[in-house]
C-alpha cells in the first residue's frame, strides 16, 4: 500500500465524531451504528491503489451522519458526507429494519451524490456455532449512475466467521470476514478479481 493509505487513516482518526447506515462493505443496510457510538472502517485494493475510509457516529436513535474519504492512483484524499435516517432497526425473524438517505451531500466523490434506501432482513441460524449471529439479507436501490439495485449477504458459520459478499450494477465483492474480538473486523475479499482487505473497529464514547 502507498502512503496515501497511512494518510487516509490519519485522517479518518482526527476527524471529530461527526456520522450513514452501517454497510457490509460498502453498500448500505438497513441498520445504523448504534447511538453513541463512532465506528470506523478501512477497504483497501492495492493492486489498484485503491483506498476508501469511513468514520461514523449515531447520533440518535433515528439518525447518523459519516464522513468519508477515497482515493484513486494518487495522494489526494477526496473527502465526501453522508447522512441516513433508521425508520427500522431490524429484529431477527420478525421485521426487517429500513433505512434511507443520501451519500455524498456535497456532491464531491466519484460515485456522486445519490439517495438510497435499504432493507435489510436478519434471519436467525440453527447452528452449535452460529445460533447467536443473524444471516444478513440487504436488498437496496440508489439513484446512483441513473438508479439500480444492490444487495449484500452475510453468512456466519461462527461468531468469529462468516462470508459476505455484495453486487451493484458496477461491481461484485465476496470474501470472508473474521472478528477477532467484539467492536472489531477483518476482511479479506475479491473486488472485481482483485485482492481487498479491510479493517473495522466500533467503540462507544
Do not use: C
Amino acid at each position: 500500500m502507498k502512503v496515501h493509505v497511512s494518510v487516509l487513516v490519519a485522517l479518518m482518526l482526527v476527524i471529530p465524531s461527526a456520522v450513514m447506515a452501517d454497510r457490509l462493505i460498502t453498500t448500505p443496510q438497513g441498520r445504523k451504528v448504534p447511538e453513541g457510538v463512532v465506528k470506523l472502517e478501512l477497504l483497501s485494493t492495492p493492486s489498484r491503489d485503491v483506498a476508501f475510509g469511513w468514520i461514523g457516529y449515531g447520533l440518535t436513535q433515528n439518525f447518523e451522519i459519516e464522513i468519508s474519504g477515497e482515493s484513486f492512483d494518487s495522494d489526494k484524499i477526496t473527502p465526501g458526507l453522508n447522512m441516513s435516517y433508521n425508520y427500522l432497526s431490524p429484529i431477527t425473524d420478525i421485521a426487517p429494519g429500513i433505512s434511507f438517505g443520501v451519500l455524498d451531500v456535497t456532491d464531491q466523490t466519484r460515485g456522486e451524490i445519490a439517495a438510497y434506501a435499504a432493507i435489510s432482513y436478519y434471519f436467525g441460524n440453527w447452528g452449535d456455532l452460529n445460533q447467536n449471529v443473524p444471516t444478513i439479507l440487504t436488498v437496496g436501490g440508489w439513484s446512483r449512475d441513473g438508479g439500480g439495485v444492490f444487495y449484500s449477504v452475510s453468512l456466519p458459520f461462527s461468531q468469529e466467521f462468516r462470508l459476505i459478499g455484495e453486487a451493484d450494477r458496477n461491481s461484485v465483492t465476496a470474501g470472508v470476514e473474521i472478528v477477532p474480538f467484539q467492536g472489531a473486523s477483518l476482511k479479506y475479499l475479491f473486488r472485481e478479481g482483485d485482492p481487498t482487505v479491510g479493517f473495522s473497529f466500533q467503540r462507544r464514547f
